[in-house]
């Protein structure tokens, strides 16, 4: 490996150190430059006295910046134990200890083109200033701290996430006393003590009431439930179902209220589930849903359904990439435990590569993973696609539904509540009281954010008018 | 950052992922000079440098804080908790014949991922209760429109506010939704498809000149 000394205590660390790993020093200012053409002789050319140079970054610092940096750094100065031989300074015209030339060094993966792995410096792409758009502009520079970006253009930036006008860069912002105690003591509205004893009653009322199953009725869904249903209720029996299972524990207590119900219907109909997921928590998360299903719908044992008709795919890694394979070869793609799989199974999975699925659910806590099915899977194996998303995805979704790309839609637990209602006769007693406790919780628990947000609103605004 | 690969290297492997590009793009394409067998083997080895990837990526975890807790660099106590408890859950999957459906593990998930992933997006709410003192004002410039948005969407996506809430609201909401919210998330969608692919194009052929 590359190493570089210490011009301070001769420790050798990598090329890539901006300080040194023993002292602390600054490296980057003081890491070799290339000798650029028609430098003075009588300054050497190898400042690591005979150690390995670094590679050149594309864009290396010019003449005039390092010369710059010199002038800068008082330190910059040549110690001696940096400073080469009286044999190198002898031999300065023969080459023979300058840096290799620039063909024979490591260059960018393409001549003009620059670098591939060339690290990204994302302020260069939101910014339009000269000094972050020039190809020349020496990144180590950067990183030791000299800004070379605008600095107005900084400020604008910070200004669009700030609440007040941006101070400059250095400045101390000027803190009154009102100022300085509510930076001392958090912002004014959550200091408000009789808000805070609200929310706190609201939140016991909850926990109190919240299990009345007379709240969590009248339910709303939003165009696209009605197809999700008649697309399941039309499958035959034994039809082969993927299940692309996109949420994990975190989200399950929205997530769950829409999957169990689509699961139910599934079952209803016979379908031969394959579930698989992308999220490591996930086929964990579908055991227990597929489980509360069949007990829902009174199923005889749990092994002899799962048996007959869920079939665990797992967990699938790769993210976006290895989705494609699923649409092209799925029987690869789906690492199927064998002690879950007989003979019949397999088969069952061969025959989803050769005539594909009679239906894929997609059930998706973000719109990212319904995105990626539709884009990446389904154009491939032209499958039909409905999915079931968290109300805040159902939006970003919803285009694709007009579209024609996404069959049918349920979004929200409030989708999820509608779903519920058709399968009540299917459902016993015990499941349906349950649904109705979490959405009656996930009711109490939205009204008491919109209590929070319209009083603190009021209470600021008060507040503010008063000073 | 420096790079210690010589040119030849960097050449062939770019050559590589320009091949492999090209053929995926062909054959979504549809073109017929692709074989379909050359994708599908492509598709497979993206899904194993994915499992691949993973256990790198487990591998470079514990190495780090390995590193950290041998060193004793600041808070190494949290790095030995998270080193002692990927241990346990390991031992708990390795154990078991049934693998991650064994009884420790599924005791593990139950009692302690479940709950704690359910935990922490639960205080999401709270976050989002801060960002909105902060942020939803309504005397800021737009904040009564952004407010009133806010709480109209959380008003239609509760279901016994239906109780109070007019027909007419939910209908107001349901052409919002379905017209102007769906019109704008269309525009986001390719403008957001455009954005990434300009930005991966000038970051591949690093255009910043």
Redesign the interface.
């Known amino acids: 490996?590359?190493t570089f000394d210490c011009p301070h205590c001769g420790y050798s660390n990598p090329?890539?150190s901006q300080f040194c790993l023993n002292c602390g020093t600054n490296l980057v200012r003081r890491q070799p430059q290339s000798a650029p053409a028609g430098e003075s002789p009588d300054e050497p050319d190898d400042l690591t006295g005979g150690q390995e140079t670094?590679?050149p970054?594309?864009g290396e610092a010019s003449e005039g910046r390092q010369s710059s940096a010199e002038a800068s750094d008082p330190g910059f100065s040549q110690t001696g134990s940096d400073r080469p031989s009286a044999d190198e300074d002898a031999t300065p015209e023969t080459g023979k200890d300058k840096p290799e030339p620039d063909t024979a060094?490591?260059?960018?993966?393409?001549g003009d083109?620059?670098?591939?792995?060339?690290?990204?410096d994302p302020l260069?792409?939101i910014t339009s200033g000269a000094g972050a758009?020039?190809?020349t502009r020496d990144s180590t520079t950067a990183l030791s701290g000299e800004l070379t970006t605008d600095e107005e253009e900084r400020r604008q930036l910070r200004q669009l996430f700030s609440?007040d006008l941006p101070l400059p860069v250095g400045a101390r912002p000027d803190l009154t006393p009102d100022a300085a105690e509510a930076a001392a003591n958090g912002?004014g509205?959550?200091r408000q003590f009789w808000l805070e004893m609200l929310l706190l009653l609201v939140m016991i009322g909850a926990l109190l009431w919240g299990g009345q199953p007379s709240?969590?009725?009248?339910?709303?869904a939003?165009?696209g439930l009605e197809q999700v249903h008649r697309q399941i209720d039309t499958l035959p029996p034994n039809s082969l179902v993927l299940v692309n299972w996109a949420y994990?524990?975190?989200?399950?207590?929205e997530m769950d209220l829409l999957a169990q119900p689509l699961i139910e219907h599934l079952l209803q109909r016979q379908a031969k589930i394959i579930v698989f997921s992308q999220l490591p928590?996930g086929?964990?998360?579908a055991?227990r849903v597929i489980a509360r299903a069949e007990e829902s719908l009174k199923r005889p044992s749990r092994t002899q359904i799962t048996a007959n008709l869920v079939i665990e795919g797992g967990y699938?890694?790769?993210?976006a990439?290895?989705l494609?394979?699923l649409g092209?070869?799925p029987a690869?793609?789906l690492p199927v435990?064998p002690?879950w799989v007989d003979l019949r199974e397999r088969f069952s999975i061969a025959a989803l590569s050769e005539t594909g699925p009679a239906l894929t659910l997609v059930i998706a806590a973000r719109a990212e993973d319904v995105?990626r099915w539709l884009e990446q899977v389904q154009?491939l194996n032209d499958g039909t696609v409905v999915a079931a998303t968290s109300?805040v995805a159902?939006?970003?979704v919803?285009?694709y539904l007009?579209s024609g790309q996404l069959a049918g839609l349920v979004s929200?637990?409030?989708g999820g509540?509608v779903y519920v209602r058709r399968l009540e006769r299917a459902r016993n007693p015990a499941e349906q009281g349950r649904s109705l406790r979490l959405?009656?919780g996930?009711?109490w628990?939205?009204?008491i954010?919109?209590v929070?947000?319209?009083l603190?609103?009021l209470a600021?605004?008060n507040q503010?008018r008063s000073r | 950052m420096y790079s210690s690969r010589s040119g030849w290297l960097n050449r062939t492997v770019l050559f590589i992922v320009l091949a492999c590009a090209s053929l995926i793009v062909a054959s979504r394409f549809g073109l017929t000079l692709v074989p379909p067998v050359v994708s599908t083997t492509l598709y497979g080895w993206a899904l194993l440098l994915g499992a691949f990837a993973l256990l790198l990526g487990i591998a470079n975890t514990v190495r780090f804080h390995l590193v950290r807790v041998q060193r004793g660099q600041r808070e190494w106590l949290l790095s030995l908790l998270l080193l002692i408890v990927f241990a346990l859950v390991l031992g708990a999957g390795i154990s078991s014949p049934e693998g991650t459906t064994g009884l420790l593990s599924e005791w593990i998930f139950d009692a302690v991922v479940a709950p704690g992933q359910a935990t922490l997006y639960a205080l999401t709410g709270i976050f989002l209760l801060s960002a909105a003192y902060h942020f939803l004002r309504i005397d800021r410039p737009g904040g009564l429109w952004i407010l009133a948005g806010a709480v109209l969407m959380l008003f239609v996506q509760t279901p016994f506010l239906y109780r109070i809430v007019p027909d007419s609201l939910i209908d107001l909401v349901d052409w919002l939704l379905s017209w102007p919210v769906m019109a704008a998330m269309r525009g986001v969608l390719l403008g957001s498809a455009l954005a990434v692919l300009f930005i991966s194009l000038r970051l591949i052929v690093n255009g910043t000149k």
């Not at chain 1, 060094?105 to 393409?110: K, M, S």
């Open positions: 490996m590359a090329v890539a670094a590679p970054q594309p060094r490591p260059g960018p993966l393409l083109l620059g670098g591939l792995l060339e690290p990204a260069s792409f758009l020039d190809p609440e912002n509205l959550q709240l969590g009725a009248a339910p709303h939003l165009p994990d524990p975190a989200s399950a207590g928590g086929p964990a998360t055991r699938l890694p790769g993210g990439a290895s494609p394979l092209v070869a690869r793609a435990d002690n995105r154009p109300a159902g939006p970003a919803r285009p007009h929200g637990w409030d509540s959405v009656s996930q009711n628990g939205v009204g954010l919109i929070a947000v319209l603190g609103n600021g605004l503010r």
